[in-house]
């Protein structure tokens, strides 16, 4: 589908086929970012992995996460703090069990993904942060994921209209003001290692960062199956991936596409086309590549810019998954049904689900951990 916003061409592709030409025929000549103004708020001026620019920067920031955050070798040596966040989740479930009072599984949930991505990335412990609690971080994830889909005027009307418009209705002060609140926490965190000088053992990220730009020298009887995995991730926060513009002229499904027109790859009507799948709701025991090799389901994405995180994120799903579903028994409260249930997706992780946990009686008497 081509659209036009203001001045720019947006082609949307939703279906296997194309979006096999984008991510691989075609990924070389689509695999940069556009330069979308809520993206450079966020990412101060296109410096994030996620938005930059393809080119060497990026390759050599893909090259820094792959060494610090998602080898193998990394991968194991956290595996103590998914561990103990995955702990402190059963605890506190176990808390409400105990006193059968609802839990929010949403917070929760968010409570040991945050606690977890904070601790590999910052090497802080969010819990003992004296700065913001855990709803305050949520808040301003979730105003900052609000304002990173917003499109600005300015990205499609660059006579100076669209820059008009964005600060007269208020939408570039919104913007900024989410993302500099997020900005605040990062220098916040970026501070607290330079007190402690835990720079040299590159035990999280920002360490190893702060080391290479102080010595640039330097651095040259349940099971969870593969259907609980699909069944999470088919149901993506957001249903596009990541914007790409395409840095050449290409043809797609015979289609002529221009350089520098904006694409994207509308992952979730991919992943429910009934011309791939007989039934989409229910991936029961079928096994489908979900790590972009299989085009009709691309949770991760595919190509160049795929997703870098993606055991790590499957590891964290599945651990959190296991803890809640192993350890508790799940009811609803007095007087409600699975029909009160808001199952439409918003495209925000902004829905809550509370339920009544319960320890299963072969549990009861044993201290779970
Ligand atoms: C189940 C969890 C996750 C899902 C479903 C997911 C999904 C995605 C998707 C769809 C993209 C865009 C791919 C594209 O545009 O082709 C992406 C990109 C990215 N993800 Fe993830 N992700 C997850 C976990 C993580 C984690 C835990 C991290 C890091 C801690 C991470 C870091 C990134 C980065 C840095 C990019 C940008 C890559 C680039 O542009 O080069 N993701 N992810």
Redesign the pocket.
């Known amino acids: 589908m081509l659209l036009r916003f203001g001045v720019v061409p947006v082609v949307v592709f939703s279906s296997k086929e194309a979006a096999k030409e984008v ?1 691989k025929t075609h990924d070389l000549d689509t695999c940069t ?1 556009p330069k979308l103004v809520a993206n450079g708020l966020f990412s101060r001026n296109f410096k ?4 930059t620019q393809y080119g060497e920067d ?1 390759r050599e920031m ?1 090259k820094l ?1 792959g060494l610090e ?2 080898s193998p070798k990394k991968h194991k040596s956290f595996r103590y703090i998914r561990e103990e966040e995955g702990d402190l989740l059963v605890k506190k479930i176990s808390n409400s069990a105990q006193t059968q009072t609802l839990i929010d599984l949403r917070k929760a949930s968010f409570s040991f993904t945050a606690g977890t ?1 904070f601790r ?2 910052f090497g802080q412990n969010f819990h003992q942060c004296d700065f913001m609690d855990m709803d305050r971080l949520e808040e301003l994830v979730l105003e900052a994921e609000t304002n990173g889909c917003i499109l600005a005027l300015t990205d499609f009307l660059p006579t100076g209209l669209g820059w008009l418009v964005d600060r007269i209705s208020g939408r570039h002060s919104r913007m900024n003001k989410a993302f500099s609140k997020l900005t605040n926490l990062f220098q916040h965190v970026i501070h607290e290692q330079l007190k402690i000088g835990q720079l040299q053992d590159h035990s999280n990220l920002v360490s190893a960062m702060l080391d290479m730009i102080i010595r640039p020298s330097k651095f040259s009887s349940f099971n969870i199956t593969s259907n609980h995995l699909i069944a ?2 088919l149901h ?1 926060p ?1 249903p596009l ?2 914007p ?1 513009e395409t840095m050449s002229d290409i043809e797609i499904q015979g289609y002529h596409i221009p350089k520098n027109a904006l694409i994207r ?1 509308n ?1 979730y009507t991919i992943g429910r086309d009934l011309k791939c799948w007989s039934n989409p709701e229910r991936f029961l025991n079928t096994s489908i590549n979900y790590k972009g090799q299989d085009y009709k389901l ?13 055991n ?3 590891t ?2 599945e651990l959190g998954l296991l803890n809640i579903l192993y350890f508790f028994d799940w009811s609803f409260p007095n007087g409600m049904t699975i029909e009160d249930i808001d199952m439409e997706e918003n495209g925000a992780l902004n829905k809550t689900l509370e339920l009544i946990p319960t320890l299963p009686s072969a549990l009861v008497n044993k201290s779970i951990r």
């Not at 994030?48 to 938005?51: K, R």
């Not at 691309?298 to 993606?310: D, E, K, Q």
């Open positions: 991510l970012r994030d992995i996620g938005f990026w893909k996460v955050l998602f991505i590999l990335a999470m991730i993506p957001s991936l990541l790409r790859i992952t691309l949770p991760f994405g595919a190509g160049r810019r795929s997703c870098p995180g993606m790590l994120g499957i964290i799903l």
